[in-house]
C-alpha cells in the first residue's frame, strides 16, 4: 500500500525498482549499515545533520511516508522504535536525540520510502524550522 495513495510522490520516482531506499535495503546500493531487525534497516545518512544521523527504514515498501500508515504496520513500528533506542545508546547518546519523519515538500521530504531520521550528538534547537 501507499504508493497508489500517495499525491506527494517526487516525479522522478516512477518504480519500486528506481527506489533508492528499497536498493539500499536489498544491498544493491551500498550504506553504511548500522543495525537491522526483521523488518527495518538502519544505516548513516550521506548528508548527515548532526554527529548521529541514521536513517531506519522498512525493508519492504510498506509506505511512501508516515501518511500511510495503519495498524498493519504496528510490528514493524515497534522494531523501528526499539531499533532506534539501541542505535541511541550504542551511541551513547545519553543526553538526548531525536526523531524526525518528514512527510511531503513542505516538510522536506525528498525520498519517498518511510523513513525515520535519528538525530542526536548535538544540541537540537526546537521548534526544528
Ligand atoms: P528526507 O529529506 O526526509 O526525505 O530524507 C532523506 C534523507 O536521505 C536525506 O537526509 C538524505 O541525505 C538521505 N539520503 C539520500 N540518499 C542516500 C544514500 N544513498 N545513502 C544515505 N542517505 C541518503
Known sequence: MGRRNAPQRAPEETSLSDCIFCQIAAGRIPAKKVGETTHVYAFRDNNPQAPTHVLLIPKEHVADSAADLGPQHAIMLTELFGLAAKI?????????????????PEAGQSVYHLHVHLLGGRSLRWPPG
Open 88 to 104: 541511541a545508546r550504542d551511541e551513547r547518546l545519553e543526553l538526548g536525540w531525536r526523531l524526525v519523519t518528514n512527510v511531503g
